[in-house]
């Protein structure tokens, strides 16, 4: 079933609808969703190689423009839609914290969040709740999540052959590390906010 999934996903890159299942992916993880684009972008990196950089451009066009989504939530829908989503990952407590203390250093914040796999939402609705300047928020955006695609995409550009035959022969193992890195990122989230 893996082995299935994994030949769909790196099938599916030639698709023209790729582009846009990708962007749609990355703008409802920057926003709302738990789902991280990865699953997608790692196996259609690995079968275009050539189209690496488009590919991270779509994902941080994507992730930037969600940002703006979340921060709409986070500024306008806090009281109902985004403390329930805080809640979600239980960080009340911490979210009431990082307001009172974190005007100061949120820039570093938001770009040191949109570095990991860590999820950006929470980044995002906690800059709306803030009120963090819409332009020093827009920068920190584009910064993290342009630099976090685009290593990705150097990656599986000049490493993408050797890459793409250690995930054929470790499948299993390989979903397993992400499926780590992901869901890791929901219990290390309350210990570095």
């Known amino acids: ?3 299935r999934a994994y030949d769909w996903c ?3 890159a030639s698709h023209p609808g790729a582009p846009w299942l990708l962007f749609a992916l990355t703008f409802v993880e920057s926003s709302v969703s738990p789902l991280p684009p990865l699953p997608l972008l790692l196996p ?3 079968a275009r190689p050539d189209r690496a950089w488009f590919y991270a451009g779509v994902c941080s066009l994507g992730a930037v423009s969600g940002g703006y989504l979340g921060y709409a939530i986070g500024a306008l829908l ?3 839609v985004g403390a329930w989503l805080i809640g979600i990952y239980g960080l009340q407590e911490k979210a009431a914290h990082l307001i009172a203390t974190s005007q100061d ?3 570093w914040v938001l770009v040191t969040k949109g570095l990991t796999p860590i999820p950006f939402k929470i980044v995002t609705i906690m800059s709306g709740f803030l009120h963090f300047d819409i332009w020093k928020f827009t920068i920190g955006m584009v910064v993290s999540r342009v630099t976090f695609f685009m290593m990705i995409a150097v990656a599986l550009r000049y490493y993408g052959d050797d890459i793409r035959i250690f995930i054929e022969k470790h499948l299993p193992m390989t979903a397993l ?3 780590v890195v992901v869901v890791g990122g929901f219990f290390v989230l309350p210990m570095v906010l």
Request: charged content about 10%.
């Open 1 to 3: 079933m893996l082995k």
């Open 10 to 12: 790196v099938s599916y």
């Open 44 to 46: 259609m990196c690995l």
């Open 78 to 80: 806090y009281e109902s």
């Open 105 to 107: 250093y949120w820039f």
């Open 177 to 179: 590390a992400l499926v």
